[in-house]
């Protein structure tokens, strides 16, 4: 498949008319940059799973190793533990680490996959274009009905039998541990993130800075007080919720009200996460790593200008950050 060359806006159906041929996807949210590939699409076939490369280390101790996407875009990443740590991609691609290298996992889709999350590691989701759902056991993959043809975007769960994933056209569905069930989101807009708390206060976040939260019974909007698209969503707890977006956008839900925050960075973010309300990580293009402290945003330094799109970590000792083309950074030096 051609992979467009500049990431376009989120799950928009004009703008992919706009998209160059080949890309027909609606999502196409960070179609990454890789010019030895786009001139010649036998380079990224020939690329191999390579978490041998001797990393190359930033001042900020972000180390740089080699790609593990095999050419083809990787879109999330997402683990139990340290020691199993799954990424999702572009035709059907899913790989894991098992705390010493990366191995190529058989989904049985050539689907675009582009969210990841579990309970454990023997109960893990991935979802994507028209609906894909896959659930993995630890042992294989297999496809599951979801009773919708929208691309489903991300996928978060508070138990094994309370999971919830959002799309476009504002979809949101939920699993009760036997069947995914459709709910009224109230919304028609892209919803691109989601993350709770508990089961009782669960936010999705999409186009136009559009927030809706459950509160164990509805689904209701929330005033962002931004228009910009946003990608990312995470809280250390139902008090303290943080949303990433285009144009450098972070806004912080204190208090029932959400406000903006000054990342110092004007590049989209595409994933936060952390640990606790004082020690959060956000990622975006151009390489970008923010840092929340508790106080303010700091730019790390990670020796990469790459498209950053998906952050999670097991503890302020164990940080990775994923790339579109399927680098990976990892924090702190080993």
Not at 33 to 53: G, H, M, R, W
Not at 134 to 163: D, E, H, I, P
Request: charged share 10%; net charge neutral; aromatic share 10%.
């Amino acid at each position: 498949m051609t992979h467009c060359v500049r990431p376009l806006l989120l799950g928009i159906v004009m703008l992919c008319q706009l998209l160059t041929a080949g890309c027909h996807n609606l999502w196409a949210p960070f179609l990454g940059t890789n010019p030895e590939c786009q001139a010649n699409a036998a380079l990224c076939e020939s690329e191999t799973l390579d978490a041998t490369v001797t990393p190359v280390c930033s001042s900020d101790s972000w180390c740089l190793r080699g790609s593990v996407s095999q050419g083809r875009p990787v879109r999330a990443m997402w683990g139990s533990d340290p020691l199993n740590i799954w990424i999702v991609g572009d035709g059907g691609t899913i790989l894991k680490w098992n705390g010493s290298a990366w191995s190529s996992q058989s989904s049985g889709t050539s689907t675009n996959l582009y969210g990841v999350w579990g309970s454990s590691s023997g109960s893990v989701w991935a979802v994507g274009d028209a609906g894909a759902i896959l659930k993995g056991n630890g042992s294989g993959w297999s496809s599951q009905s979801s009773g919708t043809a929208q691309s489903l975007f991300q996928v978060w769960g508070s138990a094994a039998n309370n999971v919830w994933a959002v799309g476009a056209g504002g979809t949101v569905l939920r699993w009760d541990g036997s069947a995914w069930s459709p709910q009224t989101s109230g919304t028609i807009q892209t919803l691109a993130g989601v993350w709770g708390s508990d089961p009782a206060n669960v936010w999705a976040v999409g186009r136009a800075g559009t927030i809706v939260k459950w509160n164990g019974t509805a689904w209701a909007p929330q005033t962002s007080g931004s228009s910009k698209n946003l990608f990312g969503v995470w809280g250390s707890d139902a008090s303290n919720v943080w949303a990433v977006g285009d144009a450098g956008t972070i806004l912080k839900l204190s208090g029932g009200t959400w406000a903006s925050q000054a990342s110092g960075s004007s590049q989209s973010l595409w994933s936060v996460w952390g640990i606790d309300s004082r020690s959060i990580w956000v990622a975006g293009f151009g390489g970008t790593v923010l840092k929340w402290n508790g106080t303010a945003w700091a730019t790390q330094s990670t020796g990469t200008a790459g498209e950053l799109v998906s952050v999670w970590g097991s503890g302020a000792d164990n940080v990775w950050v994923l790339e579109t083309f399927g680098s990976t950074l990892h924090f702190p030096t080993p």
